[in-house]
C-alpha cells in the first residue's frame, strides 16, 4: 500500500468492476492482517428506504470488509435516479456536500491502518457544477487505481484515462484488468495487459479473475489466493 494509506479506484466506464476490485482489494489486505476502511462516497441508482447488499456497493463492500463503521460513516450520500451526481441531485433536489464527505474520510482514515474509496464511474463524472471525481481524489490525496475491462476498446478508454489523471495531478498507482465475462481471451485481448502498460507507463498490478453471482461469501481464503500477486 501507499505511503498515503491507501487508493481511490476509479474506473474507464461504468459497471467496469470497480466495486468487485474493490472487494479483492478488502480481502487481499485482510489475509495481510491490514485494518482496511473503505468509502463510497456517493451512490446513485440506490433507493435509501428500500437497499441491500444486491443492489446497493456501499452495503456489500460493508459486509465484505466486516468492519463496525456505519453506512452513513461509509456512504453518506445515496441518490435513486441512475445517473451522475450532478443530475441525480437536480431530479430529486438534494444536495451533494463535499465537505461531508471529506469529514468522513478524514475520520474513517485515522481510525483504520489503510483506506480504500471507490469513486462512481470515471473521473470527470461530475458531482456538483463545479466539482468532478477527479477533484475528489486530489483532496483525499490517495494514489488511483484505474479498472479497466477486457474488451475492444480498452486500450483507447484506459489511455484516456491515464491522461485525464495525470493533466489533473493525480497520482497513478496502477492498473487492473478486470475479467468481466466467464470466457477466454482471444490473442487480441491477451496483448492488451502489456501493451497498455507498454503505452501508459503505468503498471499492471494484476487480473481480477471473473466471478460468477457475487457475493460477499465468494470473497474468501479461496479468492485471495488467486489474487495474492497482486502488486499492491
Request: with cysteine.
Amino acid at each position: 500500500m501507499s505511503k498515503s494509506k491507501g487508493y481511490f479506484i476509479t474506473g474507464t466506464d461504468t459497471s467496469v468492476g470497480k466495486t468487485v476490485v474493490t472487494a479483492c482489494l478488502l480481502a487481499l489486505n485482510r489475509k495481510r492482517g491490514l485494518d482496511t476502511g473503505f468509502m463510497k462516497p456517493i451512490e446513485t441508482g440506490v433507493d435509501p428506504e428500500c437497499s441491500s447488499e444486491a443492489n446497493s456497493d456501499a452495503k456489500f463492500l460493508l459486509t465484505v470488509s466486516g468492519n463496525k463503521d456505519s453506512i452513513e460513516e461509509v456512504s453518506p450520500i445515496c441518490l435513486k435516479p441512475t445517473a451522475s451526481p450532478l443530475q441525480a441531485t437536480r431530479i430529486t433536489g438534494q444536495t451533494v456536500d463535499i465537505n461531508l464527505i471529506l469529514e468522513n474520510f478524514r475520520r474513517l482514515q485515522a481510525k483504520h491502518d489503510r483506506m480504500l474509496v471507490e469513486g462512481i464511474g470515471g473521473l470527470l463524472v461530475p458531482l456538483t457544477a463545479d466539482y468532478s471525481v477527479s477533484d475528489l481524489i486530489k483532496d483525499m490525496n490517495l494514489p488511483l487505481i484505474i479498472v479497466s475491462r477486457f474488451s475492444l476498446g480498452t486500450i483507447n478508454h484506459t489511455l484516456l484515462t491515464v491522461k485525464a489523471a495525470r493533466e489533473t495531478g493525480i497520482e497513478i498507482a496502477g492498473i487492473i484488468l478486470n475479467h468481466s465475462e466467464d470466457r477466454s481471451l482471444n490473442e487480441i485481448e491477451l496483448g492488451q495487459a502489456s501493451l497498455i502498460q507498454e503505452l501508459s507507463n503505468v503498471p499492471v498490478l494484476g487480473e481480477c479473475p471473473f466471478i460468477d453471482s457475487i457475493s460477499a461469501e465468494q470473497f474468501n481464503t479461496k479468492l485471495e489466493k488467486k489474487i495474492e500477486g497482486w502488486k499492491v
